[in-house]
């Protein structure tokens, strides 16, 4: 059974004494909670009082917030968000303009703010003691004092309530300045972190074959960065997109700001809101402070959206807008934002068959297919297959703490330049580093058996080009469909399938393997 215990009757009690009481009280504790519990235990005694509520006022976005609260259960920081329509907000003005006025309000459902309120917090018929709280002349707060019942108040309980005013002002403000030190910390240990692993990521990498088998990418890079314009890489899993959005926004006018990625496969789709446009307090279950999103973190810099296919809808009817309107609201706020971010965006998948299947919207693809910069996996671009090995060979020689870089005798080399390379870029340096781990001292020897047995090099028969000696792109793919559908035995569809094991939709597979002339199962057997 619940105890509810009920104020007193109160006491007589000279003025000083009470405003030095309070002032101890209420200025004594760091955690506004603990001292607003203890100042409504000591104030009901003089007072008659319910409960006690700490409101912030925001006239520019017409909203008041219950900042903390207390009553005989004890005392919360529930920041209930409270809209003021235009009729309360002309009602408090007034208010505003008298700050050493206590209000009594012995019908609070009457009163236009007081009904807010108590929808707020499911009250009905009772009265308070509205005290503004004002730092100098401006009013930025207030102090409500509450009774459950109608007509609780008089003159009398104002006037002593008025010595109130002056030491919860003082409370309030040091909280909130603490709160603003704790939330600039956490921006900044926040963007710390960020920045560690930004430098991370980028430490060492650079694009080898800008003068070989990039070059043209590398031309579309240096006419796109100088703009604002969006940018959407497209490429198959591996081939460098991140390096590509990271150059682009080193040449651009944003470099001095910040590089943000963020990617859109690896997040929850419960999360991918509240990372994309943060949250506020409160917005769901665990969100228990204000989180910054990465549109924020990236502001006037550029974000780098990787996976863009893999967005939900929901998320991408929000970037549509941020796109759209330069503008967005943290998951469960109402501060409207600016996003004064270059968006680059990409995806290994087909865009255009996601469209037509209606799992990407439409009009966000017309948006970020402004610029698009084709990507050519390494199967296309051998000659920078050398350039690659040596480039990994001396990053990894410093990882694995090896005092000489090794060469690579050229039998390796050339098996290098006759696999597929379905990982490309990715997988080149997983297998180098494998084989320097195998290879401790001495040149490396990589044979067929360093690749995925699976994927292994195709053969010569495979990939001949009919009209002379040089591999065709379309025999390499069709290859390697063929040796992705021998290991999961023809399945194309669900888990395992061929479809999954490629990253892409079984009906572009389908499309693919017609166009390839690949069989599917049922005619193979």
């Known amino acids: 059974m619940r105890c509810i215990l009920l104020y007193t009757e109160t006491m007589s009690i ?17 955690d506004i909670r603990t001292g607003l519990r203890e100042a409504f235990l000591y104030i009901r005694r003089h007072i008659p009082a319910d409960a006690l509520y700490l409101e912030i006022f925001s006239m520019d976005q017409g909203i008041a917030r219950i900042y903390a609260s207390a009553d005989v259960e004890g ?3 529930p920041d209930t968000v409270i809209h003021l329509p235009p009729q309360a907000a002309r009602h408090l003005i007034p208010a505003l303009k008298a700050p050493d006025v206590v209000h009594v309000i012995n019908d609070v ?3 236009p703010i007081g009904s807010l309120i108590n929808a707020a917090i499911g009250r009905r018929e009772n009265s308070v003691l509205a005290c503004p709280l004002y730092i100098e002349t401006h009013v930025f707060g207030g102090l409500i004092i509450e009774r459950h019942k109608r007509n609780g108040y008089s003159r009398e309980d104002a006037e002593l309530a008025k010595i109130l005013i002056k030491p919860f002002s003082i409370a309030l403000a040091n909280c909130l300045k603490h709160d603003e030190i704790l939330r ?12 560690q692993e930004e430098i991370r990521h980028l430490t060492g990498d650079t694009i080898i074959g800008a003068d070989g088998g990039l070059k043209k990418v590398m031309e579309k890079v240096h006419q796109v960065a100088a703009t604002d314009s969006p940018v959407l890489i497209l490429g198959e899993t591996g081939v460098g997109k991140d390096l590509i959005a990271g150059e682009i926004h080193r040449l651009s006018l944003r470099k001095q700001h910040p590089f943000i990625t963020v990617n859109s496969g690896a997040i929850p789709e419960s999360l991918i809101d509240s990372e994309l446009f943060g949250h506020e307090k409160g917005a769901f279950t665990g969100a228990d402070s204000r989180k910054r999103g990465r549109f924020e973190r990236a502001q006037g810099g550029s974000l780098f959206l990787d996976e863009i296919g893999e967005l939900p809808m929901s998320a991408q009817i929000r970037l549509l807008r941020v796109l759209q309107n330069r503008e967005y609201e943290r ?26 299947d209606g799992s990407f919207r439409q009009d966000l693809w017309f948006r970020i297919h402004v610029f698009p910069i084709i990507v050519p996996p390494l199967r296309e671009r051998r000659e920078d297959i050398p350039s690659l090995v040596n480039h990994f060979i001396r990053r990894k020689s410093v990882t694995l703490r090896k005092v000489k870089a090794p060469e690579m005798d ?18 080149l340096e997983n297998v180098i580093e494998h084989a320097m781990i ?48 021998s290991l999961t035995r023809g399945k194309i569809h669900g888990p395992g399938g061929a479809a999954a094991i490629l990253g ?22």
């Open 14 to 30: 000279h003025p000083d004494e009470f405003f030095k009481e309070v002032s101890v009280i209420i200025t004594g504790h760091l």
């Open 75 to 77: 005392a919360r920081k």
């Open 109 to 111: 459902d009457e009163n």
């Open 184 to 195: 600039l910390n956490e921006i900044i240990q926040n963007d710390r972190r960020f920045l």
């Open 331 to 356: 998951v469960g706020g109402v501060e409207v934002l600016s996003a004064d971010v270059r968006l680059i965006a990409a995806t290994h998948k087909d865009i255009a068959s996601m469209v037509s």
């Open 410 to 427: 050229s039998a390796s080399l050339q098996n290098f330049l006759e696999y597929a390379w379905p990982g490309n870029v990715r997988e």
């Open 438 to 485: 195998l290879h401790r001292e001495g040149p490396l020897t990589v044979g067929p058996e360093y690749f995925d047995p699976g994927l292994s090099i195709p053969s010569k028969a495979d990939t001949k080009d009919p009209s002379g000696e040089l591999p065709s792109l379309e025999a390499y793919t069709a290859a390697y469909i063929r040796r992705v559908l």
């Open 504 to 525: 892409l939709k079984p009906t572009t597979l389908r499309y693919k393997m017609d166009k390839l002339r690949i069989e599917y199962r049922k005619k193979m057997l």
